[in-house]
């Protein structure tokens, strides 16, 4: 289960009020990639994916955290009902489906932690799963930006992007080019989160 458009813009408002800061707008533009795709692949729902895209990051209501964003959102949204955000909210970070690839600080207890590889390790990645995974690194705070410029701003801000996180990265891309039968950067074009915002309330 997942929100309407609507409820997900209440829960994103809400959340950046607890927690100001351009992962708002880095959300919104997730979402407008996210949506702009599903339109153009077979079977995939542009509605679903502009919210599982707006929603991703929504743990970060909780305050400025690393991997504790990660289990905060996906918490929060299975406490709140909405199963399918709560899965996005987990694999979003984790385009090979380990834990052990995250970027960033293991700011989260021993059992979080644990709690967190085993859910992971019992999830089986689908479309949306890799979908949100490609436009989380397709979307800066500005707007759209080539992936791999967005993950140089990655690698500069953690120090490390590993190799092998950055080739599953292209390679989600590629697929995705594929199915859409379409260059991404033609699908999504250079629409700034300040756009798509004013376009969606």
């Given at each position: 289960?997942y929100?309407?458009?609507?409820?997900?813009?209440?829960?994103?408002?809400?959340?950046?009020?607890?927690?100001?800061?351009?992962?708002?707008?880095?959300?919104?533009v997730?979402?407008?990639?996210?949506?702009?795709?599903?339109r153009?692949?077979?079977?995939?729902?542009?509605e679903?994916?502009w919210?599982?895209?707006?929603?991703?990051?929504?743990?970060?209501?909780?305050?400025?955290?690393?991997?504790?964003?990660?289990?905060?959102g996906?918490?929060?949204?299975?406490e709140?009902?909405?199963?399918?955000?709560?899965?996005?909210?987990?694999?979003?970070?984790?385009?090979?489906?380990?834990?052990?690839?995250?970027?960033?600080?293991?700011?989260?207890?021993?059992?979080?932690?644990?709690?967190?590889?085993?859910?992971?390790?019992?999830?089986?990645?689908?479309?949306?799963?890799?979908?949100?995974?490609?436009?989380?690194?397709?979307?800066?705070?500005?707007?759209?930006?080539?992936?791999?410029?967005?993950?140089?701003?990655?690698?500069?801000?953690?120090?490390?992007?590993?190799?092998?996180?950055?080739?599953?990265?292209?390679?989600?891309?590629?697929?995705?080019?594929?199915?859409?039968?379409?260059?991404?950067?033609?699908?999504v074009?250079?629409?700034?989160?300040?756009?798509?915002?004013?376009?969606?309330?």
């Open positions: 289960m929100p309407t458009k609507e409820k997900a813009e209440e829960l994103l408002a809400d959340a950046a009020q607890c927690n100001p800061g351009p992962w708002e707008a880095h959300s919104h997730t979402a407008w990639c996210a949506e702009r795709i599903a153009k692949c077979p079977g995939m729902d542009a679903k994916a919210v599982l895209g707006l929603l991703h990051d929504i743990g970060r209501k909780f305050g400025v955290k690393h991997l504790g964003h990660v289990y905060d996906w918490r929060y949204m299975l709140s009902g909405y199963d399918e955000v709560a899965r996005i909210c987990l694999t979003h970070s984790f385009n090979e489906g380990k834990l052990e690839s995250y970027i960033g600080k293991f700011d989260i207890t021993e059992e979080e932690t644990e709690a967190l590889r085993q859910a992971l390790a019992h999830t089986s990645f689908d479309d949306y799963d890799r979908l949100i995974q490609l436009c989380d690194s397709l979307a800066g705070a500005e707007g759209v930006m080539d992936i791999e410029d967005r993950m140089n701003d990655v690698k500069r801000r953690y120090g490390q992007f590993p190799q092998s996180k950055w080739d599953k990265n292209l390679e989600l891309k590629a697929l995705f080019e594929q199915m859409a039968g379409e260059d991404i950067y033609i699908i074009g250079g629409i700034g989160a300040g756009q798509r915002k004013e376009q969606t309330t």
